[in-house]
T-cell receptor, first 112, second 107 residues
Framework: ETGVTQSPTHLIKTRGQQVTLRCSSQ?????VSWYQQALGQGPQFIFQYYREEENGRGNFPPRFSGLQFPNYSSELNVNALELDDSALYLC???????????FGPGTRLTVL | KNEVEQSPQNLTAQEGEFITINCSYS?????LHWLQQHPGGGIVSLFM???GKKKHGRLIATINIQEKHSSLHITASHPRDSAVYICAVLWGQKLVFGQGTRLTINP
């Protein structure tokens, strides 16, 4: 097992900028999901991709978008960054559309 | 109102005590996850349940689908069990998280 990796580990941006966060899923896991965790809060579901198609979305605006690639990697893009976007962003992969989740270590985004 | 409620929010206990963390949810679900998050953010999946009971080492998870309730038990607790424990329910394709229970085990 290769596990789930995320890059970068930490990132600082300014309000209005755009950011791309990356996730490399565990080999063979064709479902990836992204979560936002504000300080002191539980994670919030952003969206899920299965075989390169979005198949579930939480209560996040369209400026949060994603991509999933055939090589088990994925991206979370956030446009027009706002201060409240500062959080830990986690991705998780699992085989199929259900099953045990494997989380990455997260990317901590700070928006100034 | 949160769709997933955990209790207690904070729990401090002495090493060796039996620990119970509860999770209640208000929607029909296909599965429930128990997760462990250590300081620094890393999340580890402990259990995924759709019915009954699962056991792994000193950890036991149960779920009652009719009552929309799940519990996570830790037997013979140890300081290394100190972490935030989160339950998350799978509702369609959406995973809805509780706020977490911060557990501290003192030696």
């Amino acid at each position: 097992e290769t596990g789930v990796t995320q890059s970068p580990t930490h990132l600082i941006k300014t309000r209005g900028q755009q950011v791309t966060l990356r996730c490399s899923s565990q080999s063979g896991h064709n479902t990836v999901s992204w979560y936002q965790q504000a300080l002191g809060q539980g994670p919030q579901f952003i969206f899920q991709y299965y075989r390169e198609e979005e198949n579930g979305r939480g209560n996040f605006p369209p400026r949060f978008s994603g991509l999933q690639f055939p090589n088990y990697s994925s991206e979370l893009n956030v446009n027009a960054l706002e201060l409240d976007d500062s959080a830990l962003y986690l991705c998780a992969s699992n085989p199929g559309t259900s099953g045990s989740l494997v989380f990455g270590p997260g990317t901590r985004l700070t928006v100034l | 109102k949160n769709e997933v409620e955990q209790s207690p929010q904070n729990l401090t206990a002495q090493e060796g005590e039996f620990i119970t963390i509860n999770c209640s949810y208000s929607v029909g679900i296909s599965a429930l996850h128990w997760l462990q998050q250590h300081p620094g953010g890393g999340i580890v999946s402990l259990f995924m349940l759709s019915s009954g009971k699962k056991k792994h080492g000193r950890l036991i998870a149960t779920i009652n689908i009719q009552e929309k309730h799940s519990s996570l038990h830790i037997t013979a607790s140890h300081p290394r069990d100190s972490a935030v424990y989160i339950c998350a329910v799978l509702w369609g394709q959406k995973l809805v998280f509780g706020q977490g229970t911060r557990l501290t085990i003192n030696p």
